[in-house]
């Protein structure tokens, strides 16, 4: 399993996986090393100071007072528990309370905090050039005149102590990174198995023909639940948009090659008029499918960009107001001979707040589409009413776009079939495009389209629009 990182290097996520782990096991080696070192240092020095605490005690036990002074009775038991160390020095001193040395070296080190202690004093200090374990102990000793306090300060090197203590440790982080090993064999198993549906999908797409674009059976771990859903999702909007394309393609060869022919048709009976009336009669005809199918040419265009933009989901923040009225004036610039009356209506309260997430090029494309109609459609020299004003979708706000002609209008039956490409009623040289762009649109925008009846016998357009969640600047 391989993924890219942003520079465009490949990676393995197996290899990131085990190598994470690693350093993990690694850390939690080294700190168990670290406990482990101070365990084992403790054991050599419990087990040792066993042996100096009872060559202490041996030669305390040995040691009286005489009318003469103190009497030494040093044990030879006492050297032979300190002699199962054989690579260990050891060296001794006893001397009064007032430090008076008695016997034995008197430059050994004493502890930081002496005095009398009947209790066993352990510490490290150096001596003769290395490290030495030493004990102190102190008794009160009874005499014929007054008792008098007697220290036993006895030291070994740490030889034996060394040498238990690396053995321990050693012993010890073998186990330890035996269990490491075999816990990171485990882990390749868990990450094998646990990437193994993940092939399993590579495997599924590796094999796929272009063109099929069904959605991926497998059942992934809960974990790529949402990756394999999004990869499902994204390719249900790579078959829709491959069947929109299809059949746009389809439907542009249809509608071209049907008004391509109907022009060439016209000119072959202009060329064969030989009455100049007819023939420019014909070439009058020929001229007018042109027209015909420029417009159709376009309307198919518009469409095409219209779906293309719904399937990208562009949202910005549109000013439904601005937009109204820039679409107006487009078309009574472009129709200026044109009697029809055009009224806006809308809140005044509401002027400039009126605005929705949406895409500005498909709904200014949509407006055009539908005040063009009424325009059309309309009774000559009549009145297009556009209104604007708030509603609710499912409870959340909405704008709506109300346009309405004073024309014959559609039969309520119809209703379904404008909203059709390429059907028209009454000829009128439609392309029966127009509604079905604006269908297109609203629906992209996940909102509603309806018609009825105007209140002036025309046609009532009327798009729903949910406001969304506004993000941007003002388009």
Known sequence: MHGTTKGGTAYSLRRRLMVAMMVGFIIILSVVSVGLWGYARNAANSTYDLLLDGASIAVLERISMTPEGVAIDFPPSALEILGLAREDRVFYRIFTGNGQTLTGRSDLPLPRRGGKNPDSQFYDADYSGETVRFILRGRQIPGPKAPQWINVQIGQTRAARDEMQRDLFSNGLLGLTALAVIGLIFVRIGINLALRPLSGIEADIRNREPSDLAPLKATPPREVESLIGTINAFMRRLETSKDNAQTFIADVAHQLRTSLSSLRGQLELAAEQKDPKLAAARLEKASDQVGRTIRLTNQLLSHAMVIHRADSQLRDRVD??????????????????????????????????????GDAIALREALRNVIDNARKHGASGGLV???????????????????????????????????????????????????????????????????????????????????????????
């Open 320 to 357: 439904i107001e601005a937009l109204v009225k820039t679409a107006l004036e487009e078309i009574i610039r472009d129709d200026v001979d044109s009697r029809m009356d055009y009224e806006f209506h809308m809140d005044e309260a509401r002027a400039g707040d009126m605005v929705v997430a």
């Open 385 to 475: 009413r556009i209104e604007l004003s708030d509603q609710l979708v499912a409870g959340n706000p909405a704008i709506a776009i109300a346009v309405e002609d004073n024309g014959p209008g559609v039969a309520p039956e119809e209703y379904d079939n404008v909203l059709k490409r390429f059907y028209t009623i009454g000829g009128k040289g439609e392309s029966g495009i127009g509604l079905a762009i604006v269908k297109a649109v609203v629906e992209g925008h996940e909102g509603t389209l309806s018609l009825s009846r105007a209140s002036g016998g025309g046609l009532r357009v009327q798009m729903v629009l949910p406001v969304g969640e506004i993000k941007g600047d003002q388009v």
